[in-house]
């Protein structure tokens, strides 16, 4: 079965909107002109944010995202940014994006170096992203269009989508995007027996990192909350986790993250984030899941950078699968 078809209805109807809205975008940025920048003094609303309150057009025409998170939200309510950052990935913009989706979106720099100078040239009536990851140039950002911010990313990603949708003026899509998302969560706990069942099956998420330890990912943040939300258990490490993010090993102890079933992605080299020296340890080898076939290697884009909505929705079809091939 394909995602594409296991999507629920009302998420597959937001799909058909996205595509009619983001070519709508794609016509209305492609001039960029300066008459697109400034909105009204009588067509703004103000939105509370991690900086306070913030008066943004009621309908933003241009906008820039700073983060992959605010990234995935805008092209999962219509909108096509006229810029974005990048990741630090060879793709530039995360590779579960549809390249229709991102073309034609003015790369503006690294995530947390983005290049000032190329964002006042857009002309921006709109900039999306983060505290945590810009608050020290909210000044500088300010300046050039309205900033709306979020205190930080990851964990608080439905809370944060919320902001995303008022901020864009698209309340009632995301209505649709939550439903949706419901929706599809409630069909793959159905596939896996129910929430007994669910719940009796204890999954752990590890993430090999380049230039750093290995994570055994805890229950405060993105994947955590797709997991929970399926209703499925976590193994009894995840408890430990610093700040409930991650409980961080060497290889020596990879033994640790051992469950019924474990999901893996690598950021950065896997030899130099000792993913090749790992799985092919007796250590790794001797872990139940993977002595009953139950390990996968995911896309740490997907899993652990999308940060959003379309990233979950593919995320919930790739734990139906997993969990029920």
């Known amino acids: 079965m394909t995602q594409r078809s296991f999507r629920p209805r009302a998420l597959a109807a937001v799909s058909l909107m996205t595509v009619a809205a983001l070519t709508l975008a794609a016509c209305g940025s492609s001039g960029g002109s300066g008459s697109d920048s400034a909105p009204a003094s009588d067509a703004t609303r103000t939105v509370k944010t991690a900086m306070g309150d913030v008066k943004v057009p009621k309908a933003p025409r241009r906008v820039v995202v700073l983060d992959t998170a605010e990234l995935d939200s805008a092209l999962t309510l219509g909108v096509k940014p006229v810029g974005a950052t990048h990741a630090d990935v060879a793709s530039g913009f995360l590779n579960y994006l549809p390249k229709n989706q991102v073309a034609g979106i003015e790369d503006v720099g690294q995530m947390m170096t983005p290049n000032l100078e190329a964002i006042a040239g857009l002309k921006p009536d709109l900039i999306l992203t983060s505290k945590i ?164 290697a995911v896309d740490d884009q997907l899993w652990i950078q999308g940060i959003g909505y379309t990233a979950a929705d593919r995320i919930l079809g790739e734990l139906h699968r997993s969990l029920t091939g």
């Open 133 to 296: 990851r810009h608050g020290d140039k909210y000044a500088e950002l300010s300046r050039i269009a309205p900033t709306v911010m979020t205190e930080s990313t990851g964990y608080p990603w439905k809370e944060n989508f919320r902001v995303h949708a008022e901020a864009l003026g698209k309340q009632a899509e995301a209505e649709m995007v939550t439903d949706g998302y419901a929706d599809h969560v409630a069909d793959v706990t159905k596939a896996l027996g129910g929430e007994e069942k669910a719940a009796a099956t204890e999954v752990s998420m590890v993430r090999f990192v380049e230039g750093a330890d290995i994570r055994i990912y805890g229950r405060k943040n993105y994947i955590a909350t797709i997991l929970a939300d399926v209703g499925l258990g976590r193994p009894a490490i995840t408890d430990q986790a610093k700040d409930g993010f991650s409980y961080d090993v060497s290889p020596e102890r990879i033994d640790l993250a051992d469950a019924d079933v474990v999901f893996h992605s690598t950021y950065g080299d896997p030899k130099k984030a000792k993913e090749t020296t790992t799985t092919g340890s007796g250590l790794w080898k001797n872990m139940d899941a993977v002595k009953n076939g139950r390990v996968f």
